[in-house]
């Protein structure tokens, strides 16, 4: 029981770390964005930050999908 408790709070932090790179994310993904409609080239910091917010997103998502999957087998 302390185990499933464990778990779906680990998974509940992991969702909120998501949620708040994101709101980073998003504004490097605007700046892409407005480069893409004045049709110049990005800023390559604003690439840079994209980036390594997907990469951080990507990497809590396979963890939730391995705490989910533990869940699961309870």
């Given amino acids: 029981m302390f ?6 709070t680990k998974m509940k932090k992991l969702i909120k770390t998501i949620n708040e790179i994101e709101k980073h994310r998003y504004r490097s ?3 892409l ?3 893409i409609l ?6 390559d910091q604003d ?5 390594k917010y ?4 990507d990497t809590l998502r396979i963890k939730i999908r391995e705490v989910q999957q533990e869940l699961n087998k309870m």
């Fill in 47 to 51: 690439v840079e930050f994209f980036n």
């Fill in 33 to 35: 964005v407005e480069a």
């Fill in 29 to 31: 993904q605007a700046a």
């Fill in 38 to 43: 004045k049709d110049e080239s990005p800023d």
């Fill in 54 to 57: 997907t990469e951080q997103i």
């Fill in 3 to 8: 185990d499933k408790i464990r778990l779906k």
